[in-house]
């Protein structure tokens, strides 16, 4: 190990690590200055933990080598004789901008101020850590630049808004130095002042605040004029543009790659007024006019302005002659650009340079009131910009509207009248011997329905649809529905005819019809009011009814005299009294009398609709989807076909045709139905006849114990086993008795294709075939659920001489009746255990504790009454 450092070296070694040393700092480079301007030297320490105050000492050289005191902060009479007395007028001074930082300005700089000058930080410390002094160097021009305006006085330029003007000054500079000048535009208004445009010394142009869209638009824009000048010009003068400008010019050196600002002057160029713009509007004070006729009002503008000025005008409409209330409205406009912006009944013509009139066609009694004219002139500037040079209003021009009531009949005829049910109806509605037709009001119509009585009785109307005056179509409680599914179809021909459609009329159609019409005039709120109603008189709608008739018969061409054959019929249609009747066919088939195993069960078998479009209905055997045939012979005759006859199919088929009528467009209606007679198909064969049974080794069992169900099937008459096979389902009815609908267990078809029906409960089934005549079906794991009657579904199939499969028909086994009972010995073994042991802990806890209260609480008690027993034999004793 080596020696410890000694104490002293420690100590130095720890101050010089804490201490970083004081750094005085003044502006880098040179500093150039005018004679006249004001010269600014900052000093400050950076890097210094000292006193919160640091004192400074100023010296001036004007060669660098041998320094004058200057001035100091600390030591009054440090300055030098040749600087007390310009420090005592103010010429010289220091001035502290914080603890450790501090500024020497001399005023009024002179040639003579041209040198070096230090900075420099008195010390007490016992060593000297770091920088305590600085110098920059000072450079004194002679003022150099000329800066003036055009002209002298100062001119004043008197103009219009919209007009061009241009200001200019003269900048120049003669210094030695290679300097730069920069220029600005002030705009003064009294105190304030707003920079226009300038030009940097760095030779870039910036607008002012609020002049940049007139700057990028050329409105605004500062150029050279000659060598010296400098020209403001504005191309279209605005209001704002007003006051007195004055040009700033300043003179800018780089030094070492920094731009210094050296000198800067100012001088006042001219003065702006903006002439205002005279603009008269005049209107007619007091105007009359017809209702129903055109109001025409004339806008004449005068002005003192002959330039390119665009005038915008707009129309006002108010209740009240008053101008100034937010509620007036505006009626048209004419923009600048000569595009009119108004209604369809508002109108504004441009008769000459000075005049414009307002057009209102067809006025009502709403447009009386009171109409001002605005105007507004405009100027074009640069790129498309505009700006507005005078506006005014007219005083209030008073228009009275004379309303005249209109006369009119109204004359209702029957179009299309219906000869029989679903034939159209067409009513028209139409306004006659209109009088007073300048009145400005338009039409609407109602329409009502009466029911035919030969009484005299008064009868009812009701309300099929109204119209409102704003066009608003509403219906009554007999037309809604039908008028929105389309049946009743109300339009507006003309303006003064109105129509009615029943698309499909019906025999509850029949009766009169009559409309109102009503004639509307319009308020200046955009609502309507009805004037005067006018009532048609009624029309008749009838026609002599006869019922629809619709007849079908069924034939059979050939008979059906074994399975396997074809199967033919055809059915023969006829309607009267149906109009256009285009049918739609189903064949459907039901067991003949005699067959219990699907008694009345009638089942379609395939559809033929009225648009040709055949569909398989209930037809669900998958091997022969095309083994059935539905087709149209004729318009009234269709033909049904099914191949490969199977013992199955035997039954009754009949033809439902129905009869629909087109409606409208691709609609139909249905006008009748009717069924045809049965074509019976019957097999006369000798094959084999099966029975189905149930039976089970364990009708009662225990809750989780295995349910064995067989179905066995039985065969009377010879036949090979390889030429029959079966499709066998289970179902099941969960019910005492068989009240209940059956749920489907299982099933296993000829082709050995297990199905297992959806249960809710946790018991599992499985199926299989035993033998080639018995069938088992197991439940696993049987539940309380698992109870009812059990039965099996076997279809045949049988194998004949040609090689094809003919399906016999359904047989259907007894119901076997399975009980799940639950084992209760294991059910309550665990409860009675349970019960029986608290029982007996109960017992001896409560001995226990008779015990201890005997033995402790009750001892004395029992001395005493074996005292009293003795006495009393002793008194019989005696």
């Known amino acids: 190990m080596g020696r410890p450092a000694p104490r002293p070296l420690l100590l130095a070694l720890l101050s010089l690590a804490l201490c970083r040393g004081r750094v005085v700092r003044v502006p880098a480079g040179t500093l150039v200055r005018v004679v006249g301007t004001e010269l600014v030297i900052p000093c400050n320490v950076s890097d210094y933990d000292g006193p919160s105050e640091q004192n400074f000492d100023w010296s001036f050289s004007s060669s660098g080598s041998s320094f004058v005191e200057l001035a100091s902060t600390w030591e009054a009479s440090f300055p030098a004789q040749l600087y007390q007395e310009r420090l005592q007028r103010g010429e010289i001074l220091l001035r502290r901008t914080a603890n450790d930082a501090v ?33 920059v160097q000072v450079k004194v021009l002679a003022d150099a630049l000329l800066v003036g305006p055009s002209a002298r006085p100062p001119p004043s330029l008197s103009l219009r808004e919209g007009e061009p003007f241009e200001v200019r000054c003269a900048a120049a500079s003669n210094s030695q130095l290679h300097t730069h000048l920069a220029l600005l535009w002030e705009l003064h208004r009294g105190p304030a002042h707003r920079a226009v445009v300038a030009l940097t010394h760095e030779g870039r142009f910036r607008p002012g605040p609020g002049y940049e869209q007139r700057y990028h638009s050329g409105d605004v824009r500062l150029d050279t004029a000659g060598a010296d000048a400098y020209r403001l010009s504005v191309a279209h003068a605005l209001s704002a543009d007003q006051g007195s400008y004055r040009c700033v010019v300043s003179e800018w050196i780089a030094e070492q790659g920094y731009w210094q600002e050296i000198q800067e002057k100012a001088v006042e160029v001219a003065t702006v007024v903006i002439q205002p713009t005279v ?34 005008l707009t129309w006002f409409f108010s209740r009240t002659p008053d101008s100034t209330l937010p509620a007036r409205h505006v009626l048209a406009r004419l923009d600048r650009d000569s595009l009119v912006h108004s209604s369809p009944h ?47 209003m007219s005083a209030p021009a008073s228009v009275g509207v004379m309303w005249l009531e209109p006369d009119y009949q109204v004359h209702l005829n029957a179009s299309k009248v219906p000869g029989f049910s679903d034939d159209p109806t067409e009513l028209e509605c139409r306004v006659v011997d209109m009088k007073n037709s300048e009145a400005s009001v338009h039409f609407t119509v109602s329409w009502y329905y009466t029911v035919n009585r030969r009484s005299d009785s008064v009868v009812p109307r009701e309300l099929l649809a109204v119209m409102d005056g704003d ?27 109105f129509n009615f459609r029943i698309q499909r009329t019906t025999e509850e159609d029949r009766g009169n019809y009559y409309c109102v019409v009503s004639a509307w005039t319009k308020q200046r709120n955009n609502s309507w009011v009805k004037s005067k109603d006018v009532v048609s008189k009624p029309v008749s709608v009838f026609w002599a009814s006869e019922d629809s008739v619709l007849v079908v018969k069924a034939r059979q061409p050939k008979p059906v005299f074994a399975s396997g054959n074809t199967f033919e019929m055809t059915c023969k249609v006829s309607s009267k009294n149906i109009k256009s009747p285009r049918y739609s066919v189903l064949i459907t088939a039901e067991k003949p009398v005699g067959d219990f195993s699907s008694p009345n069960e009638t089942k379609p078998i395939i559809s033929l609709d009225q648009d040709a479009v055949v569909k398989l209905e209930n037809w669900t055997d998958a091997s022969r989807v095309d083994g059935v045939v539905l087709e149209k012979v004729q318009d009234d005759e269709f033909r049904y076909r099914m191949y490969q006859t199977q013992v199955s199919d035997a039954g009754l ?63 009377e008459g010879a036949l090979d086993p390889d030429n029959m096979a079966f499709d066998v389902t289970w179902f099941a009815v969960h019910s005492f008795g068989l009240d209940k609908a059956p749920a489907l267990l299982s099933s296993l078809d000829r082709k050995g294709i297990v199905t297992t029906g959806r249960r809710d409960w946790k018991s599992n089934l499985s199926l299989e075939r035993v033998s080639g005549l018995e069938f088992l079906l197991q439940v696993h794991g049987s539940e309380d659920q698992d109870f009812g009657n059990y039965y ?15 399906k016999e028909a359904e047989i259907l086994s007894k119901p076997i009746f399975i009980t799940v009972k639950m084992d209760v010995l294991n059910a309550f073994k665990y409860p009675l255990l349970i019960g029986v042991g608290l029982s007996t802990v109960i017992g001896l806890l409560s001995c226990l504790i008779g015990y201890c209260s005997s033995h402790w609480c009750c001892k004395k008690e029992v001395q005493e009454t074996r005292r009293e027993r003795r006495r009393l034999m002793s008194m019989e004793m005696d």
Not at 471 to 497: N, P, V
Not at 797 to 803: A, H, Q, R
């Open 471 to 497: 066009w608003t179509l509403r219906y009554g409680e007999r037309g809604k529905q039908r008028a929105q599914d389309g049946e009743f179809i109300f339009s507006k021909a003309h303006k003064d005819t």
């Open 653 to 715: 088929y009949r033809c439902m045709v129905t009869a629909w009528s087109p409606v409208r467009g691709n609609l139909w209606r249905e006008a009748a139905t009717g069924l045809s007679n049965p074509i019976e198909i019957d097999f006369q064969t000798s094959g084999p006849i099966f029975n189905a049974s149930v039976h089970s080794d364990t009708p009662s069992v225990i809750r989780g114990d295995l349910i064995k169900l067989v179905c066995n099937i039985t065969v």
């Open 279 to 312: 603009l008269r509007v005049a209107v007619a004070r007091n105007v009359s006019v017809a209702e129903g006729k055109e109001l025409d009002l004339p806008c004449n503008i005068t002005t003192d302005r002959m330039d390119d000025v665009r005038p915008e």
């Open 792 to 806: 099996c579904a076997v279809t045949p199939w049988v194998k004949s001489s040609t090689g094809s499969w003919q």
């Open 346 to 392: 508002i109108a504004v013509s441009h008769v000459d340079a000075r005049s414009y009139h307002l057009l209102v066609r067809d006025v009502s009694k709403e447009n009386s009131g009171y109409y001002f004219c605005h105007v507004a002139l405009w100027t074009p500037g640069h790129n498309r910009s505009w700006h507005k040079v005078a506006e005014a």
């Open 103 to 135: 500024e020497l300005h001399i005023k009024n700089v002179q040639p003579l101020d041209q040198g070096h000058y230090k900075c420099s930080t008195p010390s007490t410390d016992a060593t000297v850590q770091g920088n305590y002094e600085d110098t």
